[in-house]
């Protein structure tokens, strides 16, 4: 587990293959996503170095229902005594602890093979493979909606039915992309979805927003011009 902050007020926790989010709001800090499974006790301890009691954390922000941002939700939550934030898509699922439906491939012949291993993988595990802790979904978030310390929640279908980007208006705005994109080595769409062509639309659409930093799930944030960055890549599919 490490912290780095990005912002004066956004702190990535990096988990290994998936990041986490805390935004210090007025109302406190607000977490954005869990983690996998194993990673609850990983968040709590990213909270007691930056000098967080668990109960000073009454929000818990979810991007969407995949095991990497909700196994570790049943542990936080449970810490912390937080009220959990996510569409009501996903919201259906984690409610009664799953985490996946179908998916396919995302763009490109590299996410192809991926998602045949991917595909793979998940069938040597079995059903346990789309099962997290079932945890208690305090409110459904819906798009434009002002949600916990006044982050706003941007609708972002593709990835999952309910996949939801948030938006935080300071330090000149700094979007929590979840899975809508990716950063690893280079920007790129998301290796698997519910429904690409709905995803694609979805970057054309976050392309159009405001924001100077992007902070990604999975990979490194873009920290200078993001939403240029965004417009100059996905822009021209709006």
Excluded at 41 to 56: E, F, K, N, T, V
Excluded at 159 to 177: E, I, K, R, S
């Amino acid at each position: 587990m490490k912290t780095a902050r990005l912002t004066p007020t956004v702190v990535q926790i990096s988990l290994g293959m998936v990041n986490a989010f805390l935004v210090e709001s007025d109302e406190g800090p607000v977490l954005i996503d869990a983690g996998m499974q194993s990673d609850g006790r990983q968040i709590l301890a990213a909270l007691q170095s930056l000098d967080y009691a668990p109960s000073d954390v009454h929000h818990i922000l979810v991007t969407h229902c995949h095991a990497d941002h909700t196994g570790g939700l049943a542990a936080v939550q449970k810490a912390s005594g937080a009220e959990v934030w996510m569409s009501a898509a996903d919201a259906l699922l984690v409610s009664r602890g799953l985490s996946m439906r179908q998916t396919e491939a995302g763009p490109g012949v590299f996410n192809a093979g991926v998602f045949k291993l991917y595909s793979a993988a998940r069938s040597a595990i079995g059903a346990g493979a789309s099962y997290v802790g079932s945890v208690k979904v305090d409110h459904e978030v819906a798009d434009g909606d002002v949600v916990a310390g006044g982050l706003t929640a941007i609708a972002a279908p593709g990835h999952t039915q309910g996949h939801m980007a948030y938006l935080w208006p300071h330090d000149g705005g700094v979007l929590f992309v979840g899975d809508a994109a990716v950063h690893v080595g280079l920007l790129a769409s998301s290796m698997i979805y519910e429904d690409k062509a709905e995803g694609q639309r979805t970057l054309a659409a976050l392309s159009g927003l405001d924001f100077a930093v992007a902070a990604f799930s999975h990979g490194r944030p873009v920290g200078v011009q993001a939403a240029s960055v965004f417009r100059d890549k996905w822009g021209r599919q709006a």
